[in-house]
C-alpha cells in the first residue's frame, strides 16, 4: 500500500467512525502501531489547518475545521498533489496513456515521461496488471510494438473515472452543461459523492466520444429501461448542443448511471424476473453450503432493493464507505456466513470484485429477516387441565390476550396429555404436576387465578429457557487421536452411530458427495461437514477434536463440526437447528477459542474446556 493510499484508508475510517483506538486502527489497516503513528504524523502536514488528526489515552479522532475544504481533501485531493515518486500516480499515468492513446506505447518512452527507470516502470505495470484484472482489463506486450490496453469500453471508463481521473486534473465542462448539472444535483439532492460522479461520467464520455470510443453497452441486464425526466432531457439535450454530437442510448445510460444508483425509484424500470432469477442462484449456493428452511418469496420481498442497490454497486465498482466494524461476523455469525456466501455467488455472476463491507450490509438484511422470521413463527402452547374445558378455556383467553396472536393453543385433559409428546411444544401450562417431561421443555405452574404480570415473567422465563437449552440436538464430543485422512476420520465419527441406528447406513456417502459439491472446510480451521438423515428425528451434532491438526487439500484443521440434520423439522427443531448454525459459525469468527482449542491433547483437557467455554 502506497502513503497517499494509507492516508486516504486512515482519513475514511476515521470519518465514519470518529474515534478509533490504535488496536481497532492496527486490526482494520493490518500495520503496525508505528507505521500507522509515523503515517498519522505526515497526514497531518497535508490536512493542516483543514483538519487534524488527534491522539488522546490510545484514542485517535478526527477534527475537522474547514468542512468543504475537507471535502475536497476526501474526494482525492491529495492524491492530484501526489508527485511520481508515488507508485501509485505512476500506475495511473500509464494506464491513462494506455486509454487516451489506444495504440501500443514503448516502456522505454513511459519510462521516460515519468522519469523513472525501465525497472522501475517494469514492476508499476506487473502492479497494474492486478489492478486491472478486477475490471476485465489486461496489458497485452507484443515483441517491437510495446504494451496495449485491451478490454470493454465499459471497464476502461469505469477505471479511468475511478483509478486514474482522481490522480490528474481534468477539464471542467462546459458552463451550459454544468448549469443542467446544477439542477440535477438540487432536483435530486444528490450526495457529494453522486455529483462528482456525474461530472466525471460526462467528462470521460465526452472524452472517449472524441476519440470516436463508443460504448458497447449501457445499463446492466437487471435494469430494464431508464426513464427520462424532463430535467435529464434537458441535460442530455444540453450536452449534445455544446458537445456537437449525438448520444445513443448506451452512451446515455452510461452517462446517468450515478443516478440510476442513487434514485433507482424514479427513473429506472427493474426487470425483477431477471433479478430474481440471480436471487435465486444465490440462495441455491447458501443451501449447498448451508441446509436451511427459508421463505423465498418473502426474503426476496424483503431484500430485493438491497439487492438491486448491492448488484448496481458491484456492476459499476462503487464502493460503500464501511460503517461498521468486524465484530458484525461475530454478532450475527449464521447471518454473516449466508452473506458471504451470497457474495460470493453475485460477484461470479456479474464478473466483478466485492469489498468485505458490501459483506456486512447483506448480513445486517438476512439477519434482520431471520429475525422477523422468527417473531412471526407461530409457537405451539400445550394446556393440560384437569378441571374440565370450562377453566380450560378461561386459561387460553388470558394466555391469547396476554401473550398475542403468534401461538397455536391445543387442550389436553389429564387423561389425554398421557399419550401424548408434550416436549414437542414450546411451553405447557398445567394445573398438575407432570410426568415423562424434559427439563428444556418450559412447564408453567399454574395453581390459582392469576395476572398479568404474573404470566408476562412467566412466559419470558419460558422464552428465556428454550432459548437456552436444546430438545432436538444431541451433542457428540470426541477426541481425535490419529493420523487418518480427512475422510477416512469423517467415517470413524459416523460408524458407532450408524451402528446404533441414529444415522443413515449410507450416510457416510452422502455426506462425501455433498463435500464434491462444496467444500465445507474454512479458513480458520474448521470443518463443518452436514446433510440429511433420516434414521433419527433429533439434530445429531458430532464434535471431533484432533490432537494434531487434520492435513487436506483445502488447509488444516483444528475442529471438526459434523451434523446430521433430519429431513423433517419441527418448528422448535427448526429453531435449535439455527441456533446451532449460529454457534458454528461463532466459533468460525474466535480466533481466540480456536487456538485454545488447538492446545487440547487429552480428554481431561477437553471435557474441561468443553464446561468452561460451553461450546454448544
Known amino acids: 500500500?502506497?502513503?497517499?493510499?494509507?492516508?486516504?484508508?486512515?482519513?475514511?475510517?476515521?470519518?465514519?467512525?470518529?474515534?478509533?483506538?490504535?488496536?481497532?486502527?492496527?486490526?482494520?489497516?493490518?500495520?503496525?502501531?508505528?507505521?500507522?503513528?509515523?503515517?498519522?504524523?505526515?497526514?497531518?502536514?497535508?490536512l493542516l489547518p483543514i483538519a487534524q488528526i488527534t491522539l488522546n489515552d490510545k484514542i485517535y479522532s478526527l477534527i475537522i475545521y474547514q468542512y468543504e475544504e475537507f471535502q475536497e481533501i476526501l474526494h482525492g485531493r491529495l492524491k492530484k498533489e501526489s508527485d511520481y515518486n508515488s507508485s501509485s500516480r505512476r500506475l495511473a499515468y500509464i494506464v491513462k496513456r494506455l486509454i487516451e492513446t489506444g495504440d501500443y506505447l514503448y516502456?522505454?518512452?513511459?519510462?521516460?515521461?515519468?522519469?523513472?527507470?525501465?525497472?522501475?516502470?517494469?514492476?508499476?505495470?506487473?502492479?497494474?496488471?492486478?489492478?486491472?484484472?478486477?475490471?476485465?482489463?489486461?496489458?497485452?506486450?507484443?515483441?517491437?510494438?510495446?504494451?496495449?490496453?485491451?478490454?470493454?469500453?465499459?471497464?476502461?471508463?469505469?477505471?479511468?473515472?475511478?483509478?486514474?481521473?482522481?490522480?490528474?486534473?481534468?477539464?471542467?465542462?462546459?458552463?451550459?452543461?454544468?448549469?443542467?448539472?446544477q439542477n440535477i444535483i438540487d432536483e435530486y439532492q444528490l450526495d457529494y459523492l453522486s455529483?462528482?460522479?456525474?461530472?466525471?461520467?460526462?467528462?470521460?464520455?465526452?472524452?472517449?466520444?472524441?476519440?470516436?470510443?463508443?460504448?458497447?453497452?449501457?445499463?446492466?441486464?437487471?435494469?430494464q429501461s431508464v426513464q427520462l425526466t424532463a430535467e435529464l432531457e434537458d441535460l442530455l439535450f444540453e450536452i449534445e448542443e455544446s458537445y456537437q454530437l449525438t448520444l445513443s442510448r448506451t452512451e446515455q445510460e452510461f452517462i446517468l448511471f450515478p443516478i440510476i444508483i442513487s434514485h433507482q425509484k424514479t427513473i429506472k424500470i427493474v426487470d425483477y424476473d431477471y433479478l430474481q432469477s440471480i436471487f435465486m442462484q444465490m440462495i441455491n449456493k447458501t443451501r449447498k453450503a448451508i441446509y436451511w428452511d427459508v421463505d423465498e418469496q418473502a426474503l426476496f420481498a424483503?431484500?430485493?432493493?438491497?439487492?438491486?442497490?448491492?448488484?448496481?454497486?458491484?456492476?459499476?465498482?462503487?464502493?460503500?464507505?464501511d460503517l461498521f466494524s468486524e465484530q458484525i461476523e461475530k454478532k450475527y455469525p449464521f447471518a454473516y456466513e449466508l452473506a458471504k456466501v451470497s457474495i460470493t455467488e453475485i460477484a461470479q455472476i456479474l464478473k466483478r470484485p466485492y469489498r468485505s463491507v458490501e459483506v456486512n450490509y447483506l448480513t445486517f438484511?438476512?439477519?434482520?429477516?431471520?429475525?422477523?422470521?422468527?417473531?412471526k413463527k407461530v409457537k405451539s402452547i400445550a394446556i393440560v387441565c384437569s378441571t374440565g374445558k370450562g377453566t380450560a378455556g378461561m386459561i387460553r383467553a388470558q394466555i391469547e390476550q396476554i401473550i398475542g396472536s403468534d401461538i397455536e393453543i391445543t387442550q389436553y385433559s389429564e387423561k389425554e396429555y398421557d399419550h401424548i409428546n408434550l416436549n414437542d411444544y414450546f411451553a405447557v401450562f398445567t394445573t398438575i404436576p407432570l410426568k415423562n417431561i424434559d427439563a428444556s421443555t418450559p412447564v408453567i405452574r399454574i395453581t390459582q387465578l392469576f395476572?398479568?404480570?404474573?404470566?408476562?415473567?412467566?412466559?419470558?422465563?419460558?422464552?428465556?429457557?428454550?432459548?437456552?437449552?436444546?430438545h432436538y440436538v444431541d451433542i457428540h464430543y470426541h477426541l481425535i487421536d490419529s493420523k487418518a485422512s480427512y475422510e477416512q476420520i469423517l467415517a470413524s465419527l459416523v460408524q458407532p452411530y450408524v451402528?446404533?441406528?441414529?444415522?443413515?447406513?449410507?450416510?457416510?456417502?452422502?455426506?462425501?458427495?455433498?463435500e464434491k459439491k462444496s467444500s465445507t472446510i474454512y479458513e480458520q480451521k474448521i470443518a463443518f461437514p452436514h446433510t440429511l438423515n433420516s434414521s433419527s428425528q433429533r439434530v445429531q451434532l458430532i464434535v471431533g477434536i484432533p490432537k494434531e491438526a487434520i492435513q487436506t487439500a483445502q488447509g488444516e484443521i483444528d475442529l471438526i463440526t459434523l451434523l446430521a440434520i433430519p429431513k423433517e423439522l419441527t418448528k422448535v427443531a427448526e429453531d435449535e437447528l439455527m441456533k446451532v448454525y449460529g454457534k458454528i459459525f461463532e466459533l468460525v469468527s474466535d480466533a481466540e477459542k480456536m487456538q485454545q482449542l488447538e492446545q487440547i491433547q487429552d480428554e481431561q483437557s477437553m471435557w474441561q474446556f468443553i464446561d468452561r467455554k460451553e461450546l454448544f
Do not use: C
Not at 9 to 27: A, G, P, T, V, W
Not at 365 to 372: D, G, N, V
Open 1 to 46: 500500500m502506497t502513503l497517499v493510499n494509507r492516508w486516504y484508508e486512515i482519513l475514511q475510517l476515521l470519518y465514519f467512525n470518529q474515534r478509533l483506538s490504535i488496536d481497532e486502527l492496527k486490526e482494520k489497516l493490518k500495520l503496525s502501531p508505528q507505521t500507522i503513528k509515523s503515517s498519522i504524523d505526515t497526514l497531518n502536514q497535508e
Open 365 to 375: 438484511y438476512y439477519e434482520l429477516f431471520l429475525q422477523k422470521d422468527h417473531s
Open 499 to 514: 451402528l446404533q441406528g441414529i444415522l443413515d447406513a449410507d450416510f457416510y456417502v452422502h455426506l462425501l458427495e455433498r
Open 451 to 470: 395476572n398479568d404480570e404474573w404470566l408476562r415473567n412467566a412466559w419470558q422465563q419460558a422464552t428465556k429457557l428454550r432459548s437456552q437449552s436444546y
Open 195 to 223: 455529483e462528482n460522479l456525474l461530472k466525471l461520467t460526462i467528462h470521460t464520455a465526452m472524452m472517449r466520444l472524441k476519440q470516436r470510443k463508443q460504448i458497447d453497452m449501457g445499463a446492466p441486464p437487471f435494469i
Open 107 to 181: 516502456i522505454d518512452d513511459l519510462a521516460e515521461e515519468i522519469g523513472v527507470s525501465r525497472g522501475t516502470l517494469s514492476k508499476d505495470i506487473k502492479q497494474a496488471k492486478e489492478f486491472l484484472a478486477d475490471y476485465q482489463l489486461v496489458i497485452q506486450g507484443t515483441p517491437n510494438k510495446g504494451i496495449l490496453l485491451k478490454g470493454e469500453e465499459l471497464s476502461q471508463r469505469l477505471f479511468y473515472m475511478q483509478q486514474v481521473v482522481p490522480y490528474f486534473p481534468i477539464t471542467t465542462l462546459k458552463a451550459s452543461v454544468q448549469a443542467k448539472v
Open 302 to 321: 424483503e431484500i430485493k432493493n438491497h439487492l438491486l442497490n448491492l448488484l448496481l454497486r458491484l456492476y459499476y465498482h462503487i464502493e460503500l464507505n
